[in-house]
């Protein structure tokens, strides 16, 4: 590849980025760069590599193989051969990108998915100063709210919320294991030009992706035709539209702050009653607010005005259920829940307990934890040598939790209980001997019960995260 002269501002690189990184990694912590393989991402993992002895990190790297592109199995070789020759660990992990309204964003969502799963403090994108522009041109010519135009945050804790706001502040990143790790952007002041500068200065070696220059994308379409017409007249305009970004960021935080007064005491769900009492356009920003808090992909503005037009206008007695990008905005009693589309496996079959304490149930799409104990629970000697198997339910089932009170049907049981319909059809039903002894949440058969002195086991339900 062919060399360029050394300029000042690109020969200052490496310590502009092991400053990025000092500000937000402290010293041995573990620093995962997102490799896809391309120019910008070989070069900041060339410039982190450079830089880790002086920033006393650990550096690792990860490849996410979206399974969209013909040559994909062809980046994963060349990531695996550049990380072999400097001596870096690298994971290559596939995703299964959904469909949706935008392609870009559903691999984004399956990549930060895989990122939150990572063991270390922070995951270093090579997002750069250009993308930070198309992005916001990109998002303004979808008529997107203040939230979709806010600048990308140089650190943000957190690799698996997805979530518009200002620039991090310099908190320390949590400590490998203990949750998701955050989100580190050591390029974003950069422009593309510098990186593409340092590459061939390097001699670097990287993945030409031939679809960047297909302009039927829209991004291609600003980067190729528009954006060097706009930069004749405003040879400055990333650093601008960065500044515009950054404002936009400092809004949405003030929007964020509304919604959250809007719907003080709320958790993982909405109260009716406080939503009906505010303007429209503050309902339309608190299912903005809740949607991103819950994992949902942002619906576009027709879908919101139908989502709020339900909300103000259904009846005491309505079933509201609306479906997203995602899941499905769903009522129970005077509640707004948003139920993920990743619930309950496509096909349910039954599980027989080995005697775990951690009884893994991928078929029902959570765990039970199977905690021991002397006198509760469901009696061991009752159950002697039967299986205890884990069944989804069918219809009819009959169960008697209460000695005092007579046996009753599920269905009975879990509406005197408030658990919404969706969370039945993904609880498992625990029977023995051909009969229903318990269900997690709702109670164990008196048949069963565990006498005082006698050994038992309580199964607790713990569904997946969506």
Known sequence: MAGSRKSPTNSALPARVLAAVTRHVARGDRLVVGLSGGIDSVVLLDLLYRVSKRGGFELAAVHINHQINPAAGEWARFCRSLCKRLGIALKVRRVEVRLGNSLEASARNARYGVFSTLKCAAVALAHNLDDQAETLLLQLLRGTGINGVSAMPEYREGAGVMRSGVVGTARRPRAAGGGAPAVLRPL???????????????????????????????????????????SERYPAYRQVLARASRNFAEAAELSNDCAVADIAGAGSTLDLGQLRALPRYRIKNVLRYFLRQQG?????????????????????????????????????????????????????????????????????????????????GISLAKLGDAELVAQARRGGERLQPDSTRPRRTLKNLWQEAGIPEWQRDRTPLLFAKGGLICVAGIGIDTAYHAVRGEPGVVPVWRPDPA
Not at 324 to 333: A, N, P, Q
């Open 296 to 376: 949902g992909l942002m619906p576009n503005a027709r879908r919101l005005e139908e989502c709020v037009r339900q909300i103000v206008e259904s009846g005491a007695e309505s079933r509201l259920a609306i479906a997203l990008d995602g899941g499905v905005l769903r009522r129970h009693g005077n509640a707004l829940h948003f139920v993920s589309d990743a619930g309950l496996p496509a096909t349910v079959g039954q599980a027989v307990w080995r005697g775990e304490k951690v009884w893994l149930l991928p078929e029902f799409g959570g765990t039970l934890l199977m905690r021991r104990l002397r006198g509760g």
């Open 188 to 230: 974003l002041d950069v422009p593309r030009s510098e990186i593409a500068a340092y590459a061939h200065r390097r001699k670097l070696e990287w993945i030409e992706d031939y679809s960047n220059d297909d302009v039927l994308f829209d991004r291609n379409f600003l980067r190729h035709r528009v954006l060097p017409v706009i």
